[in-house]
């Protein structure tokens, strides 16, 4: 099997792992936000803000994630949407957003909780499940992104340019 048919089976299984751990993040992230808001018991507006950063990426994650999906699977080689350029714009940008939530999640819990020992946080587990599916989204966009990358040079190479499709 050549390169080509491993992206079209791998990006559908990529972008489906992507949807799942942004799905859950999701999930976590606004319930941690509906709590905040019925109850306000955050630490703090950094807590706060934090987590409604992440319920923002993962919105964004979900919602982009499932639109290059689908137009992937419905013209993988046709389509700007789905060209090289199109995804690199995507899962730059996407990358950055979540190195930024994974990072200032990771900061306001000091690097990770121990629900055991601390009594400061009051969604010690959830807040831990955020940080570890935050970098989770966050290496899986890493390696999506350096997938997109080689195939970029290899359409540069082949003459489509960037704006060539990730499969031929």
């Not at 606004?30 to 319920?55: C, G, I, K, M, P």
Request: charged share 10%; net charge positive; with cysteine.
């Amino acid at each position: 099997m050549g390169m080509d048919g491993i992206i079209r089976r791998g990006h559908p299984i990529a972008f489906s792992f992507l949807i799942l751990f942004a799905i859950i993040e999701l999930s976590i992230s606004a319930w941690l936000v509906s709590r905040f808001n019925a109850h306000h018991n955050y630490q703090n507006t950094t807590e706060r803000d934090r987590v409604r950063y992440v319920l923002f990426c993962s919105t964004w994650t979900v919602v982009f994630s499932c639109l290059y999906l689908v137009l992937f699977l419905h013209s993988a080689t046709g389509s700007v949407l789905t060209s090289v350029a199109s995804h690199t714009i995507f899962l730059s940008l996407s990358w950055i957003l979540w190195v930024a939530a994974a990072a200032a999640v990771t900061q306001m819990l000091g690097g990770g909780l121990n629900c055991k020992t601390q009594d400061l946080f009051q969604y010690c587990g959830q807040l831990n499940a955020l940080e570890g599916f935050a970098w989770l989204i966050w290496i899986l966009l890493t390696f999506i992104f350096i997938v997109v990358l080689i195939r970029g040079i290899s359409a540069a190479r082949r003459g489509d340019g960037y704006g060539g499709g990730l499969v031929v």
